[in-house]
């Protein structure tokens, strides 16, 4: 099940240059997508979820347009074509 | 984004290295230390508490940690001086999952003499991490780890950090760490086992005021030639140990304050210490709006102030815990940074002081260095950017990233 993973432009340097990435990922939540990513671009990982495997807190991801914060978090649901975004917080000072 | 400038260190060159809240910088003189060169930033953005340079065995290496709110905390390191930087592609300090514990930040870098290929960070939440390989793999130190005092370590205002790593100069079996709060920690086993070592030292914020540890220590600083000889600058106290910390001295013989972050000891002489005294934990400014180090030269039995070249007047200044260093030069040059941006030098052992540079970032780390390899020449002219293709991760089984600034 392909599943288009877009890269924010800081952490194309740990994805080959790519923004755009599409998985063939088994798994249909958002969780699996991103274990599928890391095999791929181990270097991501780090940068997205801490030791315990959760997601950084200024760290957003988005299958499709709705934040999985608000949904079921790295369960959220991922459907055939869907599109994942990895997003960095409006956060800062 | 600013510009990225570089220098190109000589030998002798002596190298201050300056963490703020928003990147790295490096500050480089002769031997004289009245001109200085300024380059960075690096990690433009990210808060950088930690900075040091390894020098030993030829190295010429930076080692600086950037804390990205967004992407974490990463460890780098650069062999040209900043221009191109190599970043693990995963983490390479990090907890084990088991430990139910997530690394916030790293405060402190070590690298001890008696043991050339390591190297020693202080992170929070309070823990030791150990590379045996000069940098490439690490480890967290078990003994301090699953210590049995963990859970009653409690967060200072800065958060529960391990701010100080003081490896014995020749034995490397021993080592005393310091952090906030929690208080002196000592092995002689190699870590293994650790012993708290507070007895003096006050903790004005809690109902027993000596206990065994919990203490809210700022710093300590260890004599190299006389290793068991440590000044401490506690959340309130001045403090001398000549046991290495099995029994604390106070030695606040009158300074303005004896709160305070900073303290710097002098490179040759055991009895010389240095600090920049804050009106109270409240306030956390410089008392009566002067900007004064002070100094004993006695081992604490009297303080003097040295204000030539510093601001006596609305100087609401704050120095923070590692903000303060000391270069190994004779006479020894002594620097600090302000929370408000500005970077004062003495090259004359603190008699007279020179604004390096204002403007900056929140300091939070002042270290230095003597280069004492010619740097390698790279490409180009100074300032100029050396070009360095993105190594792919199957070209690099190292599995690290080196990029161009």
Avoid at chain 2, 156 to 166: E, I, K, N, P, Q
Avoid at chain 2, 208 to 224: A, D, L, M
Avoid at chain 2, 263 to 284: F, L, Q
Avoid at chain 2, 323 to 345: H, N, V
């Amino acid at each position: 099940m392909p599943v288009t993973v877009r890269i924010p432009s800081y952490l194309t340097a740990f994805a080959d240059g790519r923004n755009s990435i599409v998985v063939d990922a088994g798994p249909v939540t958002a969780g699996g997508v991103l274990e599928s990513l890391w095999s791929l671009y181990p270097g991501l990982r780090d940068r997205i979820v801490d030791e315990k495997g959760e997601l950084r807190q200024h760290i957003n991801i988005f299958v499709d347009e709705e934040s999985i914060r608000f949904a079921s978090g790295l369960a959220t649901p991922v459907s055939e074509g869907s599109e994942i975004l990895i997003v960095p917080a409006v956060s800062g000072g | 984004m600013p510009s990225i400038q570089h220098v190109l260190p000589k030998k002798g060159n002596v190298l201050v290295l300056v963490g703020t809240m928003k990147g790295a910088f490096l500050f480089c003189s002769d031997a004289s230390r009245k001109r200085w060169k300024q380059a960075g930033p690096y990690s433009i953005g990210a808060p950088v508490y930690s900075m040091a340079y390894d020098g030993r065995q030829g190295r010429h290496r930076l080692w600086w940690a950037q804390q990205s709110f967004r992407w974490g905390t990463s460890l780098l390191s650069s062999d040209d001086f900043g221009r191109t930087v190599t970043e693990p592609e995963t983490y390479s300090v990090k907890f084990p999952a088991e430990s139910g514990l997530t690394l916030k930040n790293i405060w402190q870098l070590q690298f001890p003499a008696a043991e050339p290929d390591t190297i020693y960070c202080g992170v929070e939440p309070s823990a030791l991490f150990v590379s045996r390989d000069t940098g490439k793999s690490w480890s967290p130190v078990a003994g301090l780890l699953n210590h049995p005092h963990r859970a009653k370590w409690t967060p200072g205002g800065g958060g529960m950090c391990l701010h100080t790593v003081s490896p014995h100069p020749t034995d490397g079996n021993r080592m005393i760490v310091a952090m906030s709060t929690g208080g002196v920690y000592r092995t002689s086993d190699g870590g293994a086992t650790w012993q708290a070592r507070n007895q003096g030292i006050r903790a004005e914020f809690l109902p027993e005021k000596y206990p065994e540890f919990g203490q809210c220590v700022h710093k300590i600083v260890r004599h190299p030639e006389k290793p068991e000889r440590l000044y401490l600058q506690n959340h309130w106290g001045l403090y001398r140990s000549d046991d290495e910390g099995d029994t604390w001295k106070d030695i606040a013989n009158g300074v303005p304050s004896d709160f305070g972050f900073a303290m710097a000891g002098h490179p040759h002489d055991p009895d010389t210490a240095y600090i920049v005294p804050i009106e109270s934990d409240e306030y956390r400014c410089t008392p009566e709006g002067k900007l004064r180090v002070y100094r004993t030269r006695n081992g604490g039995k009297s303080w003097e102030a040295l204000t030539r070249g510093l601001p006596q007047k609305d100087a609401l200044e704050t120095v923070l815990r590692d903000a303060m260093a000391a270069d190994p030069l004779e006479p020894a040059g002594i620097y600090f940074g302000t929370r408000s941006g500005k970077l004062y030098g003495s090259h004359d052992e603190g008699k007279s002081w020179q604004l390096i540079q204002q403007g900056l970032p929140a300091i939070v780390c002042v270290k230095t260095a003597v280069v004492d390899v010619e740097a390698a020449h790279p490409r180009g002219q100074s300032g100029a950017v050396e070009r360095k293709k993105t190594t792919s991760r199957r070209a690099n089984p190292r599995g690290v990233r080196t990029r161009a600034q």
